[in-house]
């Protein structure tokens, strides 16, 4: 394992919800990352209790991350070392309550 892919696997073990963004729960730097905030928000998670890692001030968490999750899209979204996915997969499973379920039973 390289050290990127050593330093994604520690983050996303240590952290109960961890989303990899572009920007940060404050400012987010796209739509999508935005999306993503706001169904966190709207599931009732504390901004302050989302773990954020900006993607676009680190090249190789940014490319690492992709082939981690085999996921080729940022944002990416992480519960108590589960990945979750995107922001479409994170709208749907919020649309039918499953978003909620998963984040209540991790809490």
Do not use: H
């Amino acid at each position: 394992m390289s050290d990127t892919q050593q330093r994604i696997d520690e983050l996303v073990k240590t952290n109960e919800v961890l989303l990899f963004m572009k920007g940060n729960a404050s400012f987010p730097q796209c739509g999508f990352s935005g999306r993503a905030i706001q169904i966190l928000k709207a599931c009732g998670v504390e901004p302050k209790a989302i773990k954020t890692v900006n993607v676009l001030e680190d090249a190789e968490i940014r490319a690492g991350i992709k082939d981690y999750s085999n996921w080729p899209t940022i944002p990416q979204l992480y519960v108590k070392g589960e990945f979750i996915g995107g922001s479409d997969i994170m709208m749907e499973m919020y649309e039918n309550g499953e978003l909620q379920q998963v984040l209540a039973a991790k809490a």
